[in-house]
Nanobody, 113 residues
Framework: QVQLVESGGGLVQAGGSLRLSCAAS????????MGWYRQALGKQRELVAK???????IYADSVKGRFTISRDNARNTVYLQMNSLKFEDTAVYYC???????WGQGTQVTVSR
């Protein structure tokens, strides 16, 4: 089972940017789809973005045009570039690659108004 460690979160003003990283304990080369998810306080976890091994991406409507997911298989790392952050983006962000991966601790993103 591949373990994942998310990092890069923090406190940022609305309109600002953050880049999240998800480092895997093993190879993600064979994991077709890697995704970023988030869970706001009192809400269910939701999909933010996914990327497959060919580099095709899918985004939640709420983040389209603002967030960019990418992956570096050589570094076993998945990234989430977040621009034009909004208060509503405040949440704990997690990455996951399906049954082959464990859920990590997540990284807190807080956007102030």
């Amino acid at each position: 089972q591949v373990q994942l460690v998310e990092s890069g979160g923090g406190l940022v003003q609305a309109g600002g940017s953050l880049r999240l990283s998800c480092a895997a304990s093993g190879s993600i080369f064979t994991i077709n789809i890697m995704g970023w998810y988030r869970q706001a306080l009192g809400k269910q976890r939701e999909l933010v973005a996914k990327i497959n091994s060919a580099g095709s991406t899918i985004y939640a409507d709420s983040v389209k045009g603002r967030f960019t997911i990418s992956r570096d298989n050589a570094r076993n790392t998945v990234y989430l570039q977040m621009n034009s952050l909004k208060f509503e983006d405040t949440a704990v962000y997690y990455c996951n690659g399906g049954p082959q991966t464990d859920w990590g601790q997540g990284t807190q993103v807080t956007v102030s108004r």
